[in-house]
């Protein structure tokens, strides 16, 4: 028994070490440029900036996935939604707005001003399996690391109908209600996503094709306010229930 579990371990390092000696770190150079902070903005606020999760370009350049927890309950004046990042040099900022939330799959699609961004393309989460490695890239903790993404590597532990933990009748609302009257299947990484890894796209380390949207409020219940106790499993949406949406917005998914 003993080395059959020492034969297991060394398999899966050996594969870990795989992924990482060639293919990711082209794949991460590829991905960041499309990966972006969401937060808001107000000039007269200290700090100006607010990050609150993460979102990634699709479609034509000009619209960006993330959860819908992301997103305020409502802007303050002056207040605008705007998604942040770094190129060429500096920190960019741009307007954003939503123009369609999924609150079943806690999903927000935004679209941004400005010039198109390079676009993630998007792969068949139905092909997905447990046991498989897959990455994620985005801003786990905010701004505390400032526009520079940062990138895990996990593996589909299960693909499992999607529950909220030491869910009690005083945590019950309405965005926690339609996911608990039609549960669907969500992949349960053996990664830690932090507060602010919500929206960040999952994809294959070798392809870069987005499989999946992280989401740690269904294991934080409904706040992302346990920075200092970040759990060792998260989750993340398949990648169909975003491609629905924006088909819905005639935005052909590739």
């Not at 339609?178 to 830690?192: G, I």
């Amino acid at each position: 028994m003993r080395s059959l579990v020492l034969q297991a371990c060394l398999f899966l390092i050996a594969a870990w070490a795989e992924v990482g000696r060639g293919e990711l770190p082209e794949t991460v150079a590829q991905i960041k440029p499309s990966v972006l902070a969401v937060g808001t903005f107000q000039r007269t606020r200290s700090p100006p900036a607010i990050f609150r999760g993460t979102g990634f370009v699709v479609a034509d350049g000009r619209h960006v996935l993330t959860c819908a927890h992301v997103l305020p309950d409502a802007l303050d004046q002056a207040e605008i939604l705007a998604v942040f990042y770094y190129a060429h040099g500096k920190d960019r900022l741009r307007q954003a707005q939503a123009i369609v939330t999924d609150p079943a799959h806690d999903l927000a699609l935004l679209k941004i001003a400005g010039d198109p961004l390079p676009a993630l393309a998007l792969g068949d989460s139905s092909r997905v399996r447990e046991g498989e490695t897959y990455a994620f890239t985005g801003y786990p903790i905010g701004m505390v690391l400032g526009l520079y993404p940062v990138t895990h590597l996990g593996l589909i532990a299960s693909i499992t109908p999607i529950a909220v933990p030491a869910l009690r009748a005083d945590k019950l609302d309405l965005k926690l209600l339609p996911r608990l009257n039609k549960p669907y299947p969500v992949f349960q990484l053996d990664a830690t996503a932090y507060p602010g890894n919500s929206g960040s796209p999952l994809y294959h380390p070798k392809t870069g094709a987005v499989v999946g949207i992280i989401n740690k409020v269904f294991v934080q219940e409904s706040k992302e306010n346990l920075l200092s106790h970040p759990s060792g499993i998260s989750y993340a949406i398949p990648i169909e229930h975003a491609r629905k949406l924006l088909e819905k917005q005639r935005l052909a998914p590739d």
